[in-house]
Structure formats: C-alpha cells, structure tokens
C-alpha cells in the first residue's frame, strides 16, 4: 500500500499520560500536514512540514502540542500531560507540492481517547 | 483564503447525479476550488480541483462558474458508497492548511 499510514490507530490513555503518534507520508511527498477532527466537525489543521522545517505551527492548540519531521521522511505529533478534551481523530497528510497542484492526501486517523 | 458555504445536507437516489453546489464569493484570482469528501470514521478523501475551467477526473465533475464565485461539484451516477461528507474548500496551491467547514452530508438512498 502506497498511501499515507498512521499509527496507532486507535490509542487509550489516562489524563496526564505523554501520548506520541506517528504519520508515514506517501514517499515522494515533500509537504506533511497534521489535523485534529472532533465529532460532527470538520478537520482542524494543526502544523505542517516542507521536508523537515516546520513552516507552520502557531495553530497548535497548546504548547503541549509539538510535532516533528526529523529527516523529512515520517514525523511524529507529541501530546503532552494529554487531557480530556484532547479526545478526537488526529489525521496526517501529505502533499507533492507544486505551482500548480498541491492536493493533499490523507491517512486513516489515531483515535484518541483520555479517560 | 476564502470562505465557503455549502448546504448542510442533501439526498440523491442512487444511479442519479448528485450535484453539490458551493459558494466561495470572496475568492481570489489565485485561489484554487478543492474538493474532498469523508466516508464515516475515514480519513478525507481527495476528489478534485480547479482554478477557472471546468474539470473532469475518474471520480467526478467540477464545473466553476464564470465570475468564480461558485461551483458545483458533480458524481454522474451516485451510489450507496457515496454516502459522505462532502467538503468544498478555496486555497492558493502552496497555501499549507486546508480550512474544512462543516461540508455537506449527501445520502444516497436505493
């Protein structure tokens, strides 16, 4: 399978708890994209990454929040101290940017629940 | 980027076009029409998009008005597993988020 995958898809954890997510990219995708979607809502974007340089992070909910890309290959997005309103879908995608074409890809999800 | 508005919901019987429209009035010359939809518990699905004329692809039609400022969004023959939410998004082409609204939830019906 050639598209975006993400793992865990489904994660369960107490309030407090560290929680770390990790978004495989379509491989020749320069551009990666994290969203959060809570029910009945659409996608919320959070951060992106060009390569490895984060070029977009003030729409992280929190300094709680942190993402990275370290070689501009898979990036992984921290949620630190989780809490219960962290609970939601917590999407990746990737783009193959261009002048004219920038459409983004996107992976199964991590279900995040916060007990 | 601009603003979109699309209706809530609509029904389409199955094997009939569904034809989901979208107004983006304050969209700028360089500002692309996108198109994604979102099968319950999926991911989005990328399904089209256009800058000025109208497109064509496997999976549907985007016909974009003259003056720019709607579109419609077109699956010629809809089936059961087309039942989504429908989304309709305005964006320059290196622009980094997509800003999803609520979309358009379409059934179709047999």
């Known amino acids: 399978d050639t598209g975006v995958s993400q793992n865990p898809r489904h994660k369960i954890t107490k309030r407090g708890q560290n929680v770390t997510f990790r978004c495989d990219p379509i491989?020749?995708?320069?551009?990666l994209y994290w969203y959060r979607q809570t029910l009945g809502q659409g996608p919320e974007f959070l951060t992106y990454?060009?390569?490895?340089?984060?070029?977009?992070k003030s729409r992280l909910l929190s300094d709680r929040f942190s993402a990275e890309r370290p070689k501009g290959s898979f990036s992984t997005l921290e949620i630190q101290r989780t809490e219960q309103g962290d609970s939601a879908m917590y999407l990746c995608?990737?783009?193959?940017?261009?002048?004219?074409?920038?459409?983004?890809?996107f992976g199964p999800g991590t279900r995040l629940t916060v007990l | 980027d601009a603003k979109t508005t699309q209706p809530p919901s609509m029904d389409c019987a199955e094997g009939r076009a569904a034809n989901l429209p979208c107004n983006h009035s304050t969209i700028s010359g360089n500002e692309y029409v996108y198109w994604y939809r979102q099968i319950h518990s999926q991911g989005p699905q990328y399904i089209i998009h256009?800058?000025?004329n109208n497109e064509t692809n496997e999976m549907a039609s985007l016909i974009i008005t003259e003056d720019r400022k709607s579109s419609t969004l077109i699956l010629p023959h809809a089936t059961l597993r087309d039942t989504a939410v429908y989304y309709c998004i305005v964006r320059v082409a290196s622009g980094g988020d997509m800003r999803f609204g609520a979309g358009t939830r379409l059934t179709v019906k047999p």
């Open positions: 995608a990737s783009s193959f940017m261009t002048s004219r074409r920038n459409e983004q890809f």
């Open positions: 256009g800058l000025k």
């Open positions: 491989s020749e995708h320069n551009r």
């Open positions: 990454f060009q390569n490895e340089a984060q070029l977009e």
